[in-house]
């Protein structure tokens, strides 16, 4: 599975982004589909995450503001950012986690997201 993130740009602050994540092998039987990100100097963190159940969950930084979705037919996944804060300038990875005996951790490359204030 390769995994390519997009969408990051420049946006004021307050604005929208819609970040996509196409993987080239089915993400249907992903068993976890997420997102990171990773701001300068700090480690990369867990922004959201989707269970193949259909389960979602998100950082408390971004509830409200984030929504988190999948679209198996088009083997993409998505992250709406609403409300953005300069803190919410960093690189965002998109993950997929498969679990058959052990993990295996598949990772996009990451696309720019910056908000100015």
């Known amino acids: 599975v390769q995994l390519q993130a997009s969408g990051g740009g420049l946006v004021q602050a307050g604005g929208s982004l819609k970040l996509s994540c196409a993987a080239s092998?089915?993400?249907?039987?992903?068993?976890?589909m997420g997102w990171y990100r990773q701001a300068p100097g700090k480690q990369r963190e867990l922004v959201a995450f989707?269970?193949?159940?259909?389960?979602?969950d998100y950082a408390d930084a971004v509830k409200g503001r984030f929504t988190l979705s999948k679209d198996n037919a088009e083997n993409t996944a998505y992250l709406q950012m609403n409300s953005l804060k300069p803190d919410d300038t960093a690189v965002y990875y998109c993950?997929?986690?498969?679990?058959?005996?052990?993990?295996?951790?598949?990772w996009g490359q990451g696309t720019q997201v910056t908000v100015s204030s």
């Open positions: 993950n997929a986690k498969f679990y058959s005996g052990r993990w295996d951790d598949y």
């Open positions: 092998g089915s993400i249907f039987s992903a068993n976890v």
């Open positions: 989707i269970t193949n159940g259909g389960r979602t």
